[in-house]
């Protein structure tokens, strides 16, 4: 595909872990290394679309051209998605999202007891970031990941239709090497439906193998630019 099939989109795409702070030192997060997300927006950028990274905390640089915003928490996230999803065309939830924050967060430093071996934390759930965008109208073309350790498919197409999306990027995060903070991944990408030349529709599948991230995020993006042209032909 031309450099330029991107142009004059605006994507944006969610980053790495989020961190949900317990006190002012204190917090829960994930091994997300942000590295599939900031691939994802350096192959964007390269498409000629303009690029917006929501990122949580990494270690990473921000690609040439990608307008990056940086967020620490679920809800920081969560806000900083709700400004930029409607004037996006495609949305792209990359980020290991906790599930869960801390129902309070406390405001000093959580102080060791002498007289209790166990501490209680309790956690309230997170909001579900891109089922919240998807239930826009109108809203961007919606592209999830989904990491499974068993029955890949099943559960990817699941969430497909469960969390309305366009497309799902299935990673098998079973697989040694793959995947978390790797330099390498292998993916799945399913969307609900291809049109057949007789009219008739199947589920769209695209198996891609172990490969950089850098290639992988590549053919993403331009599967994406392709669902989003089938999907507003013009
Ligand atoms: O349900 P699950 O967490 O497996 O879904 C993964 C997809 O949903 C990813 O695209 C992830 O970025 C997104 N997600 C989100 N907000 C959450 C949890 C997951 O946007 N709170």
Not at 123 to 145: S, T, Y
Not at 204 to 226: F, M, Y
Request: charged residues 25%.
């Amino acid at each position: 595909s031309s450099n330029a099939a991107a142009s004059g989109l605006t994507i944006t795409i969610t980053a790495g872990p989020t961190r949900e702070p317990l006190d002012p030192v204190r917090y829960l997060s994930n091994h997300s290394s942000g590295k599939m997300g900031y691939a994802l927006a350096a192959a964007a950028a390269s498409r000629g679309a303009r690029v917006r990274l929501i990122s949580g905390p990494v270690a990473l640089d921000t690609p040439p051209g990608v307008e990056r915003i940086d967020v620490e928490s679920a809800i920081e996230m969560c806000e900083a998605v709700r400004r930029a999803a409607a004037d996006s065309d495609i949305f792209i939830g990359c980020a290991a999202v906790a599930d869960y924050r801390a129902e309070q967060i406390s405001e000093h430093k959580l102080k060791k007891t002498t007289d209790d071996d166990t501490l209680t934390l309790r956690l309230v759930k997170n909001p579900d970031i891109i089922a919240e965008i998807a239930a826009c109208e109108p809203r961007p073309l919606m592209i999830g990941f989904a990491a499974e350790t068993r029955d890949l498919e099943t559960y990817a197409r699941d969430k497909l239709i469960r969390k309305n999306l366009d497309m799902i990027v299935a990673n098998d995060v079973g697989q040694a090497g793959l995947g978390f903070g790797a330099e390498r991944n292998a993916a799945l990408l399913l969307w609900r439906e291809d049109q057949r030349r007789d009219g008739s529709s199947a589920p769209g599948r695209l198996e891609l193998p172990a490969q950089s991230k850098a290639t992988l995020a590549e053919t993403i993006i331009d599967t994406a630019l392709a669902r989003f042209a089938a999907r507003a032909p013009s």
